[in-house]
């Protein structure tokens, strides 16, 4: 069954000059990219996609990792993969959670690593499941952004909204 996946390369892969490598590691899954963009997080979007993590003690520096403030690069590169078995291909190639305990061909093993202060810096999100990317790929783009319909969408007609648009 077809599904998507978010992908976001963190700060400390657009630091270490990772993003080429990341996406020809990901392209031998062979699953389509439907959606990409730049994004600065914002501290609201930093603290809603990793709102499962609130209660944790590493949560206040995984908010400053994820917006870039520990690499001084305050963006990440968000993408949506999209094929069969999306989020166990993506998981698998991103390995382990813990950079240390990552296979150390996968991404993370690779790439990753533990700051002193305890960060895992481990280059890539992958979501976890099912329910987990809907939620994040709603949390990260609008529908217009993704080429394919991934989730029902509706229109509304919005009354005296500013938008800036070319000069
Ligand atoms: P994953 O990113 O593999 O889905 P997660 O959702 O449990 O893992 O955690 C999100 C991020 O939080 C993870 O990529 C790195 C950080 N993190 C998780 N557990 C941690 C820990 N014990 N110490 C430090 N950072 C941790
Ligand atoms: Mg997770």
Not at 28 to 46: P, Q, W, Y
Not at 108 to 125: C, D, K, L, M, Q
């Amino acid at each position: 069954m077809n599904e998507a996946t978010l992908i976001l390369i963190k700060p400390d892969g657009l630091k270490k000059s990772l993003t080429g490598n990341i996406l020809t590691r990901l392209s031998e899954t062979k699953l389509e990219i439907v959606a990409a963009k730049i994004v600065r997080v914002s501290r609201s979007l930093a603290e809603e996609h990793y709102k499962h993590l609130k209660d944790k003690p590493f949560f206040e520096e995984l908010i400053k990792y994820i917006q870039g403030e520990l690499h001084n690069r305050r963006k990440v590169m968000a993408l949506i993969y999209w094929g069969e078995g999306a989020i166990k291909k993506c998981r698998e190639l991103a390995g382990a959670t813990n950079p240390e305990e990552a296979e150390p061909t996968s991404i993370r093993g690779a790439y990753g690593r533990i700051t002193t202060s305890g960060v895992y810096e481990n280059v890539i999100h992958v979501s976890s499941d099912p329910q987990e990317a809907e939620r994040e790929i709603k949390l990260w783009f609008q529908p217009d952004e993704i080429i394919v319909n991934l989730y029902p969408t509706k229109e509304i007609v919005e009354k005296e909204s500013k938008i800036r648009v070319w000069a």
